[in-house]
C-alpha cells in the first residue's frame, strides 16, 4: 500500500498487489459505507447482511442458467443485423443491446424504456453530471414503480424490500454497464490474438476459460473499489490510519507479475481474478455477466469465424474501463 494523490486532489491509499487487495477486501475495518442511503455496495454488516439475502436469492445460480436459451435468442438476433455488412460497430450493435435487453427483462424494466436506461447511465458514469443525474435516475425508478403491473420479475420479487430505489439503480447500472465492456475489451482482445481467436473458434470448450481471462486482463471495474478505514488497519505489512480514504485497485491485482507471468498477456489457464471483488461484496452478477458473456463470445465465434478488427479502438474516459466505439469487419 502506498498513500498517493488521486485526479481530484485527495489523498488516498492505493492497495495494488493482489495478495494486499484480497486481505483489505476481506478486512472488517476497511468500510464500504461511504455513499449515504443503504445502496448494497455501500453498506456494512450487519445492514449489507439483510440486504444482500433477497438480491442474491433474485439472482440465483438456478435462474442464471435457465435464461442461457433467451440470452442466446436475443444475441443471435443482433447478430443476424450484421449478415451482410462490410464494418460494424459492436458497442452499438451488440455489446450494449444485450446485456441491457437481458437485464431489463429480468428486473420487469419495459422495452419502451430502454433509451433512457442508457442516457441516464451514461450520465451517471461522468463526473461533471453524476449527482444530478443520479436524481433523475432515481426519479426514473419510483415512476416505473408506481406504474409497473407486478409480473414474474425481480422488481415484484423485491418490491417490499428496503432502499428499493437505490437498489434499483444498482441493479440496473450494475447490471449491463459493466456487462457491455467485458464484451467489448474481451473481444478487443481477441482480436488482437489471432492464435488464441483460432483455438476458440476451433473449441468452443474454451470459451469460459477466455472469459474468465478477459476479465482478468481488461476487467471493467480495473479501476477497482474505495474503502474507508474506520480502524488502523494493516495491510501487506503496512499501517493505514483510521479515516484514511483506500482505492482497492482491481486491475492492478489482476496484473500482478508475482501471480499472473507475463501478466500483460491473453493467456488461458491463469490463477482466478479479482474482476469481480472478493469477500462479502462479491458481485451478485457474476454468474450472469459469465453466461452473456459465454454466449455473446460463443454465438459470435461462431457465426463469424472470421471476424476482424476495421480499426484500432480508443479507451475512453471513465471510471469503467472501456471503448466508446468499437469497429469490426464480419466478413
Ligand atoms: C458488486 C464487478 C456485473 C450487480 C461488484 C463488485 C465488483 C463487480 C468488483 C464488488 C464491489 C465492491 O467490493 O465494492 C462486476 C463486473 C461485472 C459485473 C466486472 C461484469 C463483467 C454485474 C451484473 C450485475 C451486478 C450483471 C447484476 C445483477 C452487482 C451488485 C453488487 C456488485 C448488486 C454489490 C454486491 C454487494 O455489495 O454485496 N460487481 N459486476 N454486477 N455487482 Fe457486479
Known amino acids: 500500500p502506498a498513500l498517493v494523490e488521486m485526479p481530484d486532489g485527495q489523498k488516498s491509499w492505493m492497495i495494488s498487489r493482489y495478495d494486499d487487495v484480497v486481505q483489505a477486501l476481506g478486512h472488517p475495518g476497511l468500510s464500504s459505507a461511504i455513499i449515504p442511503g443503504g445502496m448494497l455496495n455501500h453498506t456494512d454488516p450487519p445492514e449489507h447482511t439483510q440486504l444482500r439475502k433477497p438480491i442474491a436469492r ?3 445460480t438456478r435462474r442464471m442458467e435457465a435464461l442461457r436459451p433467451r440470452i442466446e435468442q436475443i444475441a443471435n438476433e443482433l447478430l443476424d443485423t450484421w449478415e451482410g455488412t462490410e464494418e460494424v460497430d459492436v458497442i452499438e450493435t451488440f ?32 463526473p461533471a453530471t453524476m449527482a444530478e443525474a443520479f436524481g433523475r435516475f432515481a426519479a426514473y425508478v419510483e415512476r416505473l414503480l408506481t406504474t409497473k403491473e407486478p409480473g414474474d420479475d425481480v422488481i415484484t420479487e423485491l418490491r417490499d424490500e428496503p432502499n428499493l430505489v437505490m437498489n434499483l439503480v444498482l441493479l440496473i447500472t450494475a447490471g449491463h454497464e ?6 467489448g475489451n474481451g473481444l478487443l482482445a481477441l482480436l488482437r490474438d489471432p492464435d488464441v481467436k483460432r483455438s476458440l473458434a476451433g473449441d468452443p ?11 482478468r ?75 452473456e458473456g459465454e454466449i455473446a463470445f460463443g454465438t459470435l465465434l461462431g457465426r463469424f469465424p472470421e471476424l476482424a ?23
Request: net charge negative.
Open 58 to 60: 433474485a439472482f440465483s
Open 95 to 126: 455489446a450494449h443491446p444485450l446485456p441491457i435487453t437481458v437485464i431489463c427483462e429480468l428486473l420487469g424494466v419495459p422495452k419502451e424504456d430502454r433509451d433512457e436506461i442508457r442516457t441516464l447511465s451514461t450520465e451517471l458514469l461522468v
Open 178 to 183: 459493466t456487462t457491455v465492456h467485458l464484451l
Open 205 to 215: 470448450l474454451l470459451i469460459p476459460e477466455a472469459v474468465e481471462e478477459f476479465l
Open 217 to 291: 486482463l481488461d476487467g471493467p471495474l480495473a479501476l477497482g473499489v474505495s474503502r474507508v478505514a474506520t480502524s488502523d488497519v494493516v495491510i501487506g505489512g503496512v499501517t493505514i490510519p483510521r479515516t484514511s480514504q483506500v482505492a482497492v485497485s482491481l486491475g492492478a491485482a489482476n496484473r500482478d507479475p508475482s501471480r499472473y507471468p507475463g501478466a500483460d498477456a491473453l493467456q488461458l489457464g491463469r490463477d482466478p481474478h479479482v474482476a469481480f471483488g472478493h469477500g462479502i461484496h462479491y458481485c451478485v452478477g457474476a454468474r450472469l455477466a459469465r453466461i
Open 309 to 331: 478488427l476495421a480499426a484500432e479502438p480508443e479507451w475512453r474516459e471513465s471510471f469503467i474501463r472501456g471503448l466508446g466505439s468499437f469497429r469490426v469487419r464480419p466478413k
